[in-house]
């Protein structure tokens, strides 16, 4: 293979992972799009320690911390003081990681600490 054949096959792959990427960029756009647009729906993924990684305008208008008060956070501020007592939370993130989601029919907090009764996943 020749050098000029190299650099073609060079310049067509970053051709092609440019084009990959936009199209990643456009979907994680919709996404995005179409999780602010749920605002009945509490949207928020955390990783596997618990962390908050995301944070949806549902969830704002349900709970009432905003996306930046919350990212980074423990899940455990959306628990009933009584369920971090029980080992909920822990429970909860557990079976997430094992299964990959989490369901739940339970009382959680919002952040004037009125509770409130909710289904989740």
Do not use: C
């Not at 000029?4 to 756009?29: F, G, I, K, M, P």
């Not at 928020?44 to 009432?64: H, K, M, N, Q, V």
């Not at 429970?91 to 600490?113: M, P």
């Amino acid at each position: 293979m020749s050098l000029h054949d190299l650099s073609a096959q060079v310049t067509s792959l970053r051709n092609e992972v440019a084009q990959l990427q936009e199209q990643l960029s456009r979907s994680q756009q919709h996404n995005r799009l179409v999780l602010d647009s749920a605002f009945d729906y509490a949207v928020i993924t955390a990783d596997a320690s618990g962390r908050i990684t995301d944070w949806s305008e549902g969830a704002f208008l349900i709970f009432g911390w905003n996306k930046e008060e919350m990212l980074g956070q423990s899940l455990q501020q959306i628990f009933t003081p009584e369920d971090r007592a029980d080992g909920v939370p822990e429970r909860e993130i557990g079976g997430a990681v094992s299964r990959g989601r989490a369901d739940d029919d339970r009382w959680h907090l919002r952040a004037d600490g009125q509770r409130f009764w909710a289904s989740g996943v």
